[in-house]
């Protein structure tokens, strides 16, 4: 695309520069694939993320084009009711293993107050 034409709204330069920021390894690419955001019918994952690497280079996008894109990025990654719980999750269930055993944690301490209330307190007869 011409920076010089007239009628040049940078959107197909600015959408590649809008990828490029986005992907940077082949993991990024899967991601992307996972949410059905790029479909890759090259092969690997590496080779999308090298594809648009070099596509990239001399491009003249506009910033301003995916300013609200970004920002809704940025405030999404910032939300503290997101972020917080995420990396909690990331940090303490890697596995689903992780998962089902704080579940049962959770069900035996339950299980056990509920013993000792009506050991405590036993119903009249």
């Not at 084009?65 to 939300?79: E, G, P, Q, W």
Request: proline share 4%; charged share 20%; net charge positive.
């Amino acid at each position: 695309m011409c920076p010089d034409f007239y009628n040049n709204n940078f959107s197909v330069t600015s959408y590649m520069g809008f990828l490029d920021a986005l992907i940077d390894e082949a993991e990024d690419v899967k991601e992307l694939r996972d949410a059905s955001i790029l479909c890759n019918r090259l092969g690997s994952d590496k080779e999308v993320a090298k594809l648009i690497k070099k596509m990239n280079i001399d491009l003249v996008p506009s910033p301003m084009i995916y300013r609200h894109v970004k920002l809704h990025i940025h405030n999404h990654r910032n939300d503290m009711w997101i972020k917080y719980p995420a990396q909690v999750y990331r940090t303490f269930f890697r596995t689903r293993w992780t998962f089902f055993a704080f579940v049962g944690a959770i069900a035996a301490l339950f299980i056990g107050a509920l013993q000792a209330h009506y050991t405590i307190y036993q119903p009249k007869i």
